[in-house]
């Protein structure tokens, strides 16, 4: 796949399935962490090691494939004007972070785009897998795949005592960031979400918005995820963590009932007044935007609307981000220009939808 496919394609190939507990769970996604043992980790590299980590991976994984993951391409940052780095972040296969080390990083990426491998970053590497749904053990288990394919070729830094050696304390150990996605509007309506982040922390795990630290929970998507890599197994990481997201799961189910059951009329009327601006503005704020989305698609998941699938819901969210307007539009927008092509591009889309 070329770059101008990865950047005209707003829904990743792989998004575009279900996996299990899809109405709740968006995704689920491995993180690894990883460097080169007896180079200096990339905070302290000088341009000659980090070029040379470059070449490594092109002279030995550019258009390789492995397990189903085909024909990896290597997209240099230096070589991305600054939308196309943006789009590359809004479809989480690349970090804010690996854009401003430009010069010499770049991302190893499978056709479907459903791996990517992050090069030069805070650390030399960051394995990225993602699955739909929830899939936790499924992404762990071909990560550590992916995982030793490169090793075969890699020398890791890793000590006996502490293990993988990373840039940042937080991630030693393990190397592993495990986190799914999830959509969770019925505890945010019901405001149990502020009570039930701060159990979560307390569990070693930690909450964050859609793309990650720092990031604002957009349209009730909630990103949550281990912070304790040393001392656990990667198989423990992934199982505290899945047992918390079946809590939120049943959690979310059994507010979305209470809603429905007592607030069903208010409900209602509040999904379909965002469908019905989604489907009429004329200008539209990315924050509304996603608060519209995330109505509608409860109004799906409750059956409350027909006839529009959930996937479409998936593509806006990620389309109407600021950097894909600008990347269709050809050209750098201003802030109002992007709000009127946002609802423009929502209503041609959802009329598109109603005549297939």
């Known amino acids: 796949m070329s770059l101008q496919q990865f950047m005209n394609q707003a829904i990743s190939p792989w998004m575009q399935e279900e996996g299990p507990d899809s109405d709740i769970v968006l995704s689920s996604r491995i993180r690894l962490a990883r460097n080169f043992a007896q180079v200096p980790f990339p ?16 002279q030995e994984y550019e258009k390789q494939s492995f397990l189903g ?15 196309e780095k943006r789009v590359l972040v809004e479809k989480h296969l ?23 491998i992050m090069i030069n970053e805070e650390d030399h590497l960051r394995i990225q897998l993602y699955f739909p749904g929830f899939q936790l053990e499924k992404a762990l288990t071909q990560a550590s795949e992916i995982d030793d394919w490169l090793e075969e070729k890699i020398n890791y830094a890793f000590d006996e005592k502490r293990g993988y050696l990373t840039s940042c304390p937080t991630n030693v150990g393990t190397g592993l960031r495990a986190s799914v996605m999830m959509h969770l509007p019925a505890l945010v309506i019901t405001q149990q979400m502020n009570r039930i982040v701060p159990s979560i922390n307390q569990l070693g795990l930690v909450v964050r918005g859609i793309y990650g630290e720092g990031s604002e929970a957009l349209g009730n998507i909630f990103q949550i995820s281990n912070q304790i890599t040393l001392g656990k197994s990667e198989k423990d990481i992934a ?27 208010q409900l209602e009327d509040r999904i379909f007044r965002s469908y019905g601006a989604l489907e009429h503005s004329r200008i539209m704020e990315s924050k509304e935007a996603s608060k519209c989305i995330s109505d509608v698609r409860l109004g799906i998941d409750l059956g409350l609307l027909k006839n529009v699938s959930r996937s479409i819901l998936n593509e806006l969210m990620t389309l109407t981000q600021p950097g894909f307007l600008q990347q269709f539009a050809k050209k750098s927008l201003t802030p109002e220009e992007r709000d009127i092509r946002r609802a423009q591009l929502i209503r041609e889309r959802l009329h598109l939808e109603k005549s297939d």
Do not use: C, W
């Not at 905070?43 to 092109?58: P, R, T, V």
């Not at 993951?69 to 939308?83: A, C, S, W």
């Not at 970090?95 to 785009?113: G, K």
């Open 239 to 265: 199982e505290d963590l899945q047992s918390v997201v079946k809590q939120l799961i049943e959690q979310e189910r059994n507010a979305r009932h209470i809603l429905m059951s007592k607030s069903g009329i």
């Open 69 to 83: 993951y085909r024909n990896f391409e290597l997209v240099q940052m230096k070589d991305l004007k600054p939308i």
């Open 94 to 116: 690349i970090s804010p972070l690996l854009t401003d080390h430009s010069e010499h990083s770049a991302v190893l990426i499978s056709q479907n785009e459903q791996v990517s």
């Open 43 to 58: 905070m302290i590299a000088s341009d000659k090691n980090l070029e040379k980590i470059l070449d490594f991976f092109k």
